[in-house]
């Protein structure tokens, strides 16, 4: 009985992971093995060595080591009691991860079950013949060591350790559809043609079948209400089954403006008894993007505008929670972006799903980052490289293709092969093409495409899209210069869409400065917040007036830990988020975009918190989308202004007076008053 209230208080307080996977179903059970973990260093040699208690998901690097802006890359130990109950008998189980950073073997009873290279994909073995009735031992070595044969070798950020995401035990039939092919849901829903009249597709379910029984495979997809909109029955092959459903006059998944989803449900039958079944909610829809006039969703202009984001939470690093998932979807959509590049590795299923329910448009690619300015080379040859990127790309269409909010797979980030400005490296441009051609091997619907910092037409034919990384008016480049380079860059790209993978500029909540100091910032300790909003300002109104641009996508979403960072307020940081790294404080540039992104009646006054002045001639910016507002200070009007195209109302060579100057601003949206207000104190 303690054993069974052990299991079903794990399961509620872990239950939305198993939500995520979505993979429970009659005679299937899905067990979260969260909580009972310990662990400690690999190099704690001692029969008796303690385990430190932990939860899953957990890192060991949350944090950097003190002093320094290095963290813990090692091996360390986990492991937990197993407990294989009699009413598990004559049944099949399988060990589920959704993410183990960045190599883990693991062990059952001490006999290895398998090794798994890379961190932020899924991995499932099949434990049945490991494991006997009662308490088993579970253990995993989880390693992020730097290593040349596991993706990534580089990157402008932190390779937490540990089991950082979820764990599960699947329990099944002899019979059962495959939690253990690639750790994919066991069904792709294939949609083979799309429109407003009809959806064509095509379920395809990967099983295992031992009993030699007779079964059948019955799919069924479900609207929103929960109601069968049609179904079909096929026997079940072993290996792989497909069933074709055609459903009339779909509703279809069309972003942000109607996230509609369907499930589907797809059972293993003995008659009329289940023997295993998995639901999958997904959207129908279709896309395509036009080198002159961007993205289209199911025939409609979207605009892609929108964010790059890690997996990092101050405190939490990369195991994160559902609260920290659902914190920053709530912000995303506050901004108004319709779009989300997810960097530079797949990210939690969590993140995905609420994609899914709110409509974000993503972008999600392999870890295969090059080394943008640092001083690595070779690495495309090192022993293993090649066939880890492969793995990677094949288990992340498989684990995460039923999704619609999925548009795009990439290839990489910033790997060079511009040898007229870089060290030469290993030309890449072939294995490119081979990574894109496993995409397009198992899925032939969506684009392909990468993000680079260089000379793009060395890349030219690899993939469906491309995308720039370029941070114009923050490093080398001078504002203003966007819109030259972007038209040149349409130009030259022989009819391949061109988009904005990166873009944007650091920023401390606490360091300010104006008028400003043209001088480059990027490297220095002193990253005003007012240079990354007119840094985002001079972007913006390049970018906005060019739909062309397939995507326009912001470095970065919130702030981040990154070892190479020795800049800015605190080293160990990239402070080019719009959020800061608690996501407690938005600056100033997130209110910016809001304004432009969000139709929301809003306004907001930058520098809100450069509160202490020494200057008495300053401007007032504002960022609002009403039609006109009214600055007043100390209760004095000053005047009123209409908003520019990109919604910023400038009042420039305002005085204050010595003392506090209390900073008001208002206007109406109807009949409602709109206000925003700071106080500045001029000394």
């Known amino acids: 009985m303690r054993h069974l209230l052990t299991i079903l208080s794990t399961f509620l307080l872990s239950a939305f992971s198993a939500l995520a996977l979505d993979l429970g179903g009659q005679n299937r059970q899905d067990i979260c093995l969260n909580e009972g973990w310990g662990y400690h260093s690999i190099f704690e040699v001692a029969k008796k060595a303690p385990f430190e208690p932990v939860t899953l998901p957990h890192t060991w690097n949350v944090r ?48 290895i079950v398998g090794e ?63 939690p253990d092919f690639y750790a994919s849901p066991g069904i792709l829903i294939r949609q083979e043609q799309v429109s407003e009249q009809k959806a064509d597709l095509r379920i395809e379910t990967f099983l295992s079948l031992k009993s030699g029984r007779n079964l059948t495979l019955k799919a069924e997809v479900k609207d929103a209400a929960g109601n069968v909109i049609v179904n079909a029955t096929r026997a079940a092959q072993d290996s792989v089954t497909n069933i074709p459903l055609t459903l009339q006059n779909p509703h279809l998944w069309q972003g942000k403006q109607d996230p509609y989803l369907y499930t589907v449900e797809v059972s293993l039958m003995n008659g009329d008894k289940v023997v295993d079944q998995v639901c999958q909610k ?62 530079h590795y797949p990210h939690n299923e969590e993140m995905y799903r609420l994609s899914d329910e709110n409509g974000i448009v993503l972008w999600t690619e392999i870890p295969f980052c090059g080394p943008g300015g640092m001083a690595y080379t070779g690495f ?11 793995q990677c790309a094949r288990e992340l269409v498989y684990q995460k293709f039923n999704h619609p909010s999925i548009c795009f797979w990439a290839i990489f980030n910033e790997v060079l092969v511009d040898k007229d400005n870089f060290i030469g490296y290993d030309d890449p441009t072939e294995f490119f093409k081979e990574i894109n051609a496993i995409y397009k091997g198992i899925d032939k619907t969506r684009l392909t495409t990468f993000a680079t910092c260089v000379d793009t037409k060395l890349y030219l034919g690899i993939a ?11 490093y080398s480049d001078a504002v203003g210069k966007a819109d030259k380079f972007f038209d040149n860059a349409k130009a030259e790209a022989d009819g391949t869409p061109v988009g904005v993978s990166e873009y944007g500029a650091g920023a401390s909540i606490n360091q300010h400065s104006w008028p400003l100091d043209n001088a480059n910032k990027a490297d220095g300790h002193f990253h005003p917040e007012e240079a990354q909003a007119t840094c985002h300002e001079s972007n913006w109104a390049c970018f906005h007036t060019r739909p062309y641009l397939w995507c326009k996508t912001i470095w970065h979403f919130a702030d981040i830990q ?64 009403l039609k006109q507002v009214t600055l007043y200070i100390n209760g004095q009007k000053i005047g009123k202004m209409k908003p520019d195209e990109i919604h910023r109302a400038l ?22 008053l709109i206000s925003d207000e700071c106080t500045w104190t001029l000394q």
């Open 64 to 111: 950097f080591i003190p002093g320094t802006v290095r963290y813990d890359r090692a091996m360390n130990v986990y492991n937990r009691t197993l407990n294989i109950t009699p009413e598990m008998r004559d049944k099949r189980l399988f060990l589920y991860f959704e993410g183990v950073n960045s190599v883990s073997t693991v062990f059952i009873n001490r006999h």
């Open 116 to 178: 798994h290279k890379g961190g932020y994909l899924a991995f499932c073995y099949e434990i049945t013949d490991f494991v006997k009735e009662g308490d088993n031992l579970l253990e995993v070595w989880a390693s992020n060591a730097f290593r040349t044969d596991v993706l990534p070798i580089s990157g402008d950020f932190n390779v937490y350790g540990g089991i950082h995401r979820p764990c599960h035990l699947i329990v099944t039939e002899q019979d059962c559809i495959r």
């Open 282 to 343: 997904t959207g129908l829809r279709y896309f395509h993007v036009d080198a002159d006039q961007g993205f289209f969703l199911n025939g409609k202009y979207l605009d892609l505008v929108g964010f790059n984001r890690h997996d990092d939470f101050d405190g939490r690093g990369s195991a994160l929670l559902p609260k920290h998932y659902k914190k920053d979807m709530e912000l995303i959509l506050e901004s108004g972006a319709t779009f989300m590049r997810l960097a």
């Open 380 to 390: 495309l040859n090192t022993p293993g490289f090649k066939e880890n990127a492969r």
């Open 464 to 474: 469906d899209l491309l995308a720039w990384n370029k941070y114009f008016g923050w």
């Open 562 to 625: 990154s070892y190479q960072r020795k800049e800015g307020e605190k080293d160990g940081f990239n402070d080019k988020g719009l959020i800061t790294y608690d996501r407690k404080t938005k600056k100033d540039a997130f209110w910016f975009y809001k304004a432009n992104w969000n139709p929301e009646p809003m306004i907001y006054i930058a520098s809100r918190r450069f509160t202490q002045r020494t200057q008495a001639q300053t401007d007032v910016r504002v960022y609002t989308n």
């Open 651 to 672: 009042f420039n060579g305002v005085t204050l007076q010595p003392g506090d100057n209390l900073i008001r601003v208002e206007g109406k949206s109807g009949k409602q």
